[in-house]
């Protein structure tokens, strides 16, 4: 089975890697063009997946998830001609330089080869992954929660449909029909097929790969990020940054989970922040000095300084310095996001440099680490990891560099 | 032990990004005088090493790597003042941009934080890898072969000493103790401490990384180097080019294995090609075509094809067409380095942009494949993978890009 799809996706992904950015673009705008047309046959296979999940026992923010609505159909559309629209990443030249030997080295991006993706119960991860890594030249490999399995299917009998109608092949989009874990761990130790594979999932759905996987993979994992409010900051900035970062979307990774406060400002900013917060409904759980600033705060634990909540629960802890925030979020972040909310030079310039985080933020929301607003367009996930590339993963993410170089006859 | 040596080098790590280039550089500086300064007591512990492992039965190759002389302790000291003389990658600016929002987002290179170098019995590596991560902001762990290990500690002393000389800490430099199967497998999977992995060493060792490894890692895989001699040819040029990639050092991975010929040269080009290879003590395999041109030649068998001989040794196939050649080096090259010799715009286009190698080349040994010949002034491996980095690693292999976003108060 494994080999099949694998072996489909690599031929493919060869007619992908060399066809010109108007083909790749046409298909995308065919497959936008494909599911604004097919959305109603889409409602209606889609309330199949929605009501098994049903008797399945499924409800709340997974049900929510899974089903579709022409709004969501209308977004997969047009979220498909924005990638179509974005630059070609592949043949970009990253590096170039003549030796002295007259060697003309040059770096440039080319494409990976088979992406494939893990992802849950959301459909329109199959029309947003497939169309990234379509256009970065690559071929793909879909395989998502079961639950959304006949969802899937027919959105990538969309996509296949218009690779055909662009002169390209259908076997650079597969969604996997298989929805069992056998299938799932085969996909990640398909090593002679797969270039990189891309988890979009919870905490299991990591552990899984981390153990399991043998093809080579970016994390898009856990973000415990953390918002330093420092001794100068501007306090009206401060509280308006905090509260859009913990609350505007409190279910994703660049949510705030963490609020350090300089202890010269607390007395000040700490009734303040905290109101507004609990406001916005936020549990908040505070060390003993910030209870002693604001006695109504729950008492945080241990764990709370290392738990990503992704929910309405900040945890608040009082700080002497720059160098205890410093280190507080070295020994919890988890490498995501971090923010400070400073009007001293130094101490922006310490935070960014010594915090190892995919992100620093100054003076700006943490809900900024997202590929859209980083201007890519769409994001096939956040990486938080240091190899390959860190934070959102645009097209470039989805692509290697490889040299070329040109001589005339030179040898050692 | 792992958890020790991991935590003295992530301490470490810190102090090491944060230095400034020219005390990184004074360490560097440091650590090359001392090793000139101490070449008597190095060559005289070395000794003891080679003359341990002939107790052991070792010689030939194996043996001759193992030693030391004044003029390889010479090299690692002129290697280390080579890195001291590189830009310093750290803080180098990648990207950068400003959204509408104001925000202005930079990516910048910073330190891995701590690099893992796992080498075989060659104790200038000591030296060589500790150089480049360090210049690159990183602490790094080292383990050479047990066979070195009196050699490699002794390298290691003298780069401590000259990281405290210079102000800096001496846990950035460790080299394992523990020669033991199990320490090695420790270090592989001491994912809370190691960033980066590099095997330098042969299949072997390469496997055990794939199979046990969980701390990320970077392959330097096999070169099964293809050099493709196309109907346009210059043909003296082509032949000087083969001979060279061939034979200027065989046992390398960026030696060429296999020569391909295009039919319509073969009966002028293959006589005049094997003759001088012959000469140069090749031992040649062709396919039945290649024999019909000259009999003398061996008869390859198939296991040829995909063979990395790493020995005066290489296989010859009569091929048809540019087409003939590209499909037989993506079905059996390695992903190193591949080279086409020829006069033809459209063959040399096809060549780079329809093969996935890390580097090809146009009219121009292999054996370029090279960090020294890339400027990289040293190298710490040459990858055969897609992500992170691919082709010969220099100091920038040794880094990553994270993110800086700049606001003055901006939400979503």
Redesign the interface.
């Known amino acids: 089975m494994i080999q099949a799809i694998g072996e489909a996706a690599r031929a493919a992904s060869?007619r992908q890697?060399?066809a010109d950015t108007h083909l790749k673009n046409r298909a995308l705008e065919g497959a936008a063009a494909g599911l604004e047309a097919e959305t109603e046959l889409l409602l209606e296979t889609n309330a199949g997946d929605v009501d098994e999940a049903k008797t399945q026992g499924i409800g709340g923010a997974l049900l929510d998830r899974l089903r579709l609505t022409a709004a969501r159909v209308e977004g997969m559309a047009s979220g498909l001609r924005q990638v179509a629209a974005l630059p070609d990443p592949v043949g970009e030249v990253t590096a170039g330089?003549v030796?002295p030997n007259g060697?003309r080295?040059t770096r440039f991006r080319?494409p990976?080869?088979v992406v494939a993706v893990i992802f849950e119960a959301r459909p329109n991860v199959t029309a947003d992954a497939a169309g990234l890594a379509l256009k970065a030249g690559n071929a793909v490999v879909l395989r998502g929660s079961s639950y959304a399995l006949r969802s899937n299917l027919a959105i990538g009998e969309i996509l296949r449909r218009a690779q055909v109608e662009a002169g390209l092949e259908a076997d650079a989009v597969q969604v996997m029909s298989d929805p069992s874990r056998e299938a799932a761990r085969a996909l990640m130790q398909a090593k002679d097929w797969i270039?990189?594979l891309v988890p979009r999932g919870g905490p299991k759905l990591i552990a899984a790969i981390?153990a399991e996987a043998?093809v080579?993979y970016?994390i898009d994992g856990a973000g415990n990020c953390h918002i330093y409010v420092d001794a100068s900051a501007?306090l009206d900035?401060a509280a308006?940054?905090v509260v859009?970062?913990k609350v505007?979307r409190p279910g994703v990774c660049n949510a705030a989970e963490k609020l350090l406060v300089h202890q010269s400002i607390a007395a000040d900013f700490l009734p303040r922040v905290t109101k507004l917060l609990g406001e916005a409904g936020v549990e908040l759980r505070g060390d003993e000095t910030a209870r002693s600033f604001v006695e109504e705060l729950l008492q945080a634990s241990t764990d709370d300084w290392s738990t990503e909540y992704l929910d309405l629960v900040m945890a608040v802890k009082v700080i002497d310095s720059v160098d205890e925030a410093i280190s507080h979020v070295?020994q919890f972040g988890s490498g995501h996001t971090e923010a400070i909310i400073t009007r001293d030079l130094e101490a922006a310039d310490r935070f960014?440099?010594?915090l190892?985080?995919?992100?620093?933020?100054?003076?700006?929301?943490t809900?900024?680490?997202d590929g859209e607003?980083?201007?890519y367009g769409a994001e096939i996930g956040i990486s938080t990891?240091?190899?390959?590339?860190?934070?959102p993963m645009g097209l470039e993410a989805l692509t290697?560099?490889?040299?070329?170089?040109?001589?005339?006859?030179?040898?050692?």
């Open positions: 060869r890697a060399m330089f030796r060697l080295m080319a990976l080869g270039d990189l981390e043998t080579p970016v501007d900035l308006e940054i859009n970062s505007s070295r960014v440099r010594e190892d985080a995919a992100v620093v933020m100054v003076n700006a929301s809900r900024f680490t607003e980083f201007g990891q240091k190899l390959h590339v860190r934070g290697c560099e490889r040299w070329m170089v040109q001589g005339s006859g030179q040898v050692r």
